[in-house]
């Protein structure tokens, strides 16, 4: 069974700047879950999906972070504009269903300079 | 005071020791409790799940809850050089989701 798939691994940017990541969680999960990871912490749950609608987005910087998962299957996150402070490993996660055991993917490495 | 403490460590092991992983928490309302594994440059995995207070074994790994002390603990037993990794501790009120995690303890088996 192919595991979560995110794109891409690493990204430098500039502050100011846009970026993207995308996500493709597991076949039939129909859960997905984008967490932030700054180095040394543990991962921050920043928005929730359960097919195509958003369960939980409480910690989501709505100014400059929006997310979106149109057909139910994979994901996009945004930043727009990036801060220094957004540096982190992003990771996106998938379950079956609400309260199953969540899979992670590899993440995606945020450098903003 | 964070909701969930973790010694970062990193903690160093000789193989075939006991290595014993524990966190704190403040919020006693946490009913699930779940240890994950972080290899570096992956994402973490779940290694042991449990509800409310008590023990729980598989294969080397064993977790304990303490809700009274708000504490828990993750035991590897004859440790291998392949646990190397960081633990991460994660609680939450509603099962596997909702999850407040640790900052993670980097633990490394020297053979």
């Known amino acids: 069974e192919a595991g979560v798939a995110q794109s891409p691994r690493y990204k430098i940017i500039e502050k100011r700047q846009s970026v993207a990541f995308w996500c493709n969680p597991i076949s039939g999960h129909a859960t997905l879950y984008w967490y932030q990871q700054i180095l040394g912490q543990g991962p921050k749950l920043l928005i929730q999906?359960?097919?195509?609608?958003?369960?939980?987005d409480s910690q989501l910087p709505k100014d400059r972070f929006s997310a979106e998962r149109l057909k139910g299957v994979d994901s996009t996150l945004k930043i727009q504009p990036a801060k220094l402070e957004d540096s982190a490993v992003y990771l996106c996660?998938?379950?079956?269903?609400?309260?199953?055991?969540?899979?992670f993917g590899p993440g995606t490495r945020l450098l903003v300079l | 005071q964070k909701e969930v403490e973790q010694d970062p460590g990193p903690l160093s092991v000789p193989e075939g020791a006991i290595v014993s992983l524990n966190c704190t928490y403040s919020n006693s309302a946490f009913q699930y409790f779940m240890w994950y594994r972080q290899y570096s440059r992956k994402g973490p995995e779940l290694l042991m799940y449990?509800?409310?207070?008590g023990n729980k074994e598989d294969g080397r790994f064993t977790a304990q809850v303490d809700k009274s002390s708000k504490y828990i603990s993750l035991f590897i037993r004859d440790s291998q050089p392949s646990d190397s990794a960081t633990y991460l501790c994660a609680m939450s009120l509603f099962g596997n989701e909702k999850l407040t995690f640790g900052t993670g303890t980097r633990l490394t088996i020297i053979p």
């Open positions: 996660a998938s379950s079956f269903g609400l309260k199953e055991t969540q899979y």
């Open positions: 449990t509800y409310s207070s």
């Open positions: 999906f359960q097919n195509n609608g958003v369960v939980d």
